[in-house]
Structure formats: C-alpha cells, structure tokens
C-alpha cells in the first residue's frame, strides 16, 4: 500500500499571506508593537497568529537583541510610561460612549490632566450609570450645544441631578456618593458649569465626605503594639514587623510603605524617609502612578527600625519589600500583591486581640473589617495611630505631623486623624493667663508683660 505524500502548508504566513522566512515574521512583530500593540494577543490579532506564537517569538527577538524588545518578570514588553498613556488613552476613544460629543469634550478635560486611563473609565461609567438611570443622553444633562447661557444650563444639571440623588438616597441609603459626586462636577466643569466655595452642599453636591472625621479618635493602644510586636518576632516575620513598625513612624498609605525603595532612604547627613503618595496628585511618577515624593525626616527610633529591616530583610535589591521585577507596570503590580498579603495578615492578627482591649466600641468594629468605611482597609490603622501618638508627643504640633505624614494640609490632619482633645484643650486653659485690661499690646513689652505656659506632654 502506497501511502500519499501530504504536503503541510506553510505556517510562515503574516496575516494570511505567505513569507519565506521567520525573520519577516519579527519584522512584522516589531512594526506591530511600533504600531501601539503591547500584548501578545493584540500583536496575535495584528499579524495573524495565536498569542502563543507570539510568546515564543518575542521570546527569542529578546534574545536577539537587535529588535530592541525588553520583558519583564510577567513577560509583559517592557514601554515607556508615555508610550502607556497614550495606548490607554486611544483604547478609551475607541468605546462608543465616550465617542459622544459632550463626553469627548470631558475626556479632553480629563486627559489633559494627564490622569491613568483606568481612573478616566471609572468616572465615566460613573456618568453612564446616570446618563442610564435618569433615561437621557450625557448632552441633556448640560444642554451641550445649546444656545442658553451658563446660568441656565447649570439649573438644569443641578434638576437632573437631584432627581438622581432622590434614586440613589432610597436605592443605597448607606452607601457614600463622594466619588459620584466628584465624576459629576467634573463633567459639568468641563462644560463651564461651576460651583463656588460651599455652594455644592445646597444641592447635595459637596465634595466633602459625609463621613469625613467619623472614624478619628481610633488607635492601636501600646499594650496592642507591644504584644503584635512580640508575636511576629517570635514567628522571626521581621517583614510584617518591619511594615507595621516602619509604618506607625511615618503614617504611609498602604502603596506608599509597599512601594518603598531602597534608594530613597538616606542614613546621612539626616536620616530621611522619601514615599510615594499616589493619592496626592503633584505631577510626579512612580511605577506608573502620578502623585507626589513625600520627603521625611523620621525619628531615630524609626531610624533604629529601618536598620533592622536592612539587616533582617533579603539584601542586594532595589525595593525593601520585594524584588525588582524590571518594569513599573510589573513592580506596581508585585507592591499591590504585597499590599494585599499584608491586609489580609492584619486583618487576621487585629481579630485574634481581645476584644476589650480596643479603646471603644468603634475601635473594635473597625479594626476587625466590619466597618462600612473601612472595611477591608485595615493597614489604614497606622496611620490613624501615627497620627494621634505623634501629635501626642509633640504637643499637638499639627504642622510638623503633617509633613511627617503626608498629609496636604493641617485641616484634614485635625479633622480626620486626631485634633486636640477635650480634655487637653481645658488643661491647657487652665494654664494660660491673658488679662485685657493690663496686656501691653506694645512689640517691645510683649516679651515683659505676655507669658504662655506650654505644657510638656509625655
């Protein structure tokens, strides 16, 4: 039995035509990726393979060197931050809604900006979710293109959206509509619809949290420290040790203390502290976040805890908490994993404390997660307890604690974190001693006649 010969057919193709070589095959990969495609399955659809194809190709153009092609510990091709942006941004204008002429025009807004692509998308879905529910088109919603002046169409944004506030009120009565709010001014102010200093609140739409300083007398006690402490160095887990500790002495958010890099701390002249806030948006860039570098001065018992942490953590690498993973994109990522390991490892530890030995009943409910506004947060406690040990210690000195811990200004410190007790404020009364009718107003004599007594607090 004669078996006939079958020819295979040529897998050397490029979308669909036939190339007599593997090298016209990187060549139309490489002018893929020139083209805005990143990712295998995008580069795949462009030149007409599978991405695992793809896979295999890059990994052998890394190898090569002379295609310039660079990946990361995820196999992600490694690109700049504004090639990022702008690949992000172009996969935004592509969805439908935002092709609408009133969303263009705030996605204009919004870039400009230069905000990540993914918080773009989230406050637009937000301005979907009521375009949906209220039944009209984002134009409706500020007259856009039509011919009435500003006062006008500002009225009626302001009708729609309380007809939507009524919805949302009965539909999630405890649930906080700050980042509603924030998507919906920022819509109307791409269209010139704005608000002045406290004219929000009228119509329910304050930026200002109704929560906002609800959760600011909690704390880990010293008793709760010393014992947490004790327990992860006798499990030798001196990275948790080192967070939390590293943490209580500089009020971090969570992506700022797992994000920290060894470069950025100094041990002379001053020792000091640099962290990536990513909340605070000041133009500066960081593992593809925008925020801004907060510099720190730290105590020397903080000093004492980062030595510690040099000497008890792996050494020879670029991050304190893990290892370089040769792209932003792939070390924001390996700080988001550790950000959730250490959430999830607090989470459990706070629940394992005697319940009675939290200061107060609100302690307790946010601390073990249950909490509405900080549920699922836990690493948030440091902060708070920084905040109120450190004004503690410094005689409620608002303006050091807050350049220590990163906050913007001393008004949400005192609001939110930790102002001056009752009871220190009537000590403090006591002490002081102002007559009017005797005080000599006069530069020269205020040094002689006015004396404040400042009372030194342990």
């Known amino acids: 039995m004669v078996q006939a010969l079958v020819r295979r057919k040529s897998r050397l193709r490029v979308k ?14 490489a002018i893929s990726i020139q083209n805005g495609h990143y990712t295998t399955r995008d580069i795949g659809v462009d030149v007409g393979k599978d991405h695992s194809t793809i896979s295999r190709y890059l990994a052998e153009m890394e190898k090569e060197g ?12 490694v690109i700049s931050l504004q090639k990022q942006l702008e690949q992000q941004y172009q996969k935004l204008d592509k969805e439908p809604f935002n092709q609408l002429p ?14 990540q692509a993914s918080r773009i998308q989230y406050v637009l879905n937000i301005v979907h979710g009521i375009s949906d529910q209220l039944k009209v088109m984002p134009e409706m919603l500020v007259s856009y293109g039509v011919p009435i002046d500003v006062t006008k169409r500002k009225e009626i944004a302001i009708e729609y959206w309380q007809n939507f506030l009524a919805w949302f009120n009965t539909a999630y009565p405890q649930m906080q509509r700050i980042n509603t709010v924030n998507a919906y001014r ?7 619809i704005n608000f002045a200093h406290g004219e929000g609140k009228r119509y329910g739409l304050s930026t200002t949290s109704d929560r906002l300083g609800e959760y600011k007398d909690i704390l880990l006690t010293p008793e709760q420290i010393d014992k947490i402490n004790r327990n992860l160095q006798g499990e030798k887990d001196w990275e948790t040790w080192s967070f939390m500790n ?3 002495h500089t009020g971090a958010r969570a992506f700022a203390m797992a994000s920290m890099s060894r470069d950025r701390i100094a041990f002379s002249p001053l020792f000091r502290v640099e962290q990536f806030e990513s909340k605070t948006k000041r133009g500066d860039w960081y593992l593809t976040k925008e925020g801004k570098w907060w510099v720190k001065y730290p105590t020397e018992e903080c000093r004492a805890i980062v030595e510690t942490a040099y000497d008890r953590l792996p050494k020879d690498r670029k ?17 988001s994993y550790f950000m959730s390991k250490m959430a999830v490892k607090f989470k459990r530890i706070f629940s394992e404390l ?14 073990l997660g249950d909490g509405l506004y900080f549920n699922g947060h836990p ?24 350049s220590l811990g990163g906050w913007e200004n001393t008004e949400i410190l005192n609001k939110c974190y930790g102002g001056i007790p009752e009871h220190i404020k009537a000590q403090i009364a006591k002490s002081i001693h102002v007559r009017f009718d005797t005080l000599n107003l006069n530069a020269a004599g205020l040094d002689q006649q006015a004396s404040v007594s400042v009372i030194k607090f342990r």
């Open 379 to 402: 690493l948030h406690l440091f902060r708070h307890t920084m905040a109120q040990y450190y004004l503690a210690a410094t005689n409620w000195s608002l303006a050091y604690v807050a």
């Open 246 to 248: 590293i943490d209580l």
């Open 102 to 115: 009133s969303i263009q025009k705030w996605l204009t807004y919004l870039k400009s900006g230069r905000l």
């Open 66 to 77: 002379k295609w310039g092609i660079r990946r990361d510990i995820n196999n992600n091709i």
């Open 319 to 335: 991050f304190l908490f893990f290892e370089d993973a040769k792209s932003d994109k792939a070390n924001s990522l390996q700080a």
């Open 354 to 367: 005697d319940r009675k030995s939290w200061l107060n009943e609100k302690t307790r409910i946010y601390a």
């Open 16 to 29: 669909g035509l036939k190339v007599k070589d593997r090298e016209k095959i990187k060549e139309a990969i």
């Open 186 to 192: 920022s819509f109307l102010a791409a269209h010139n």
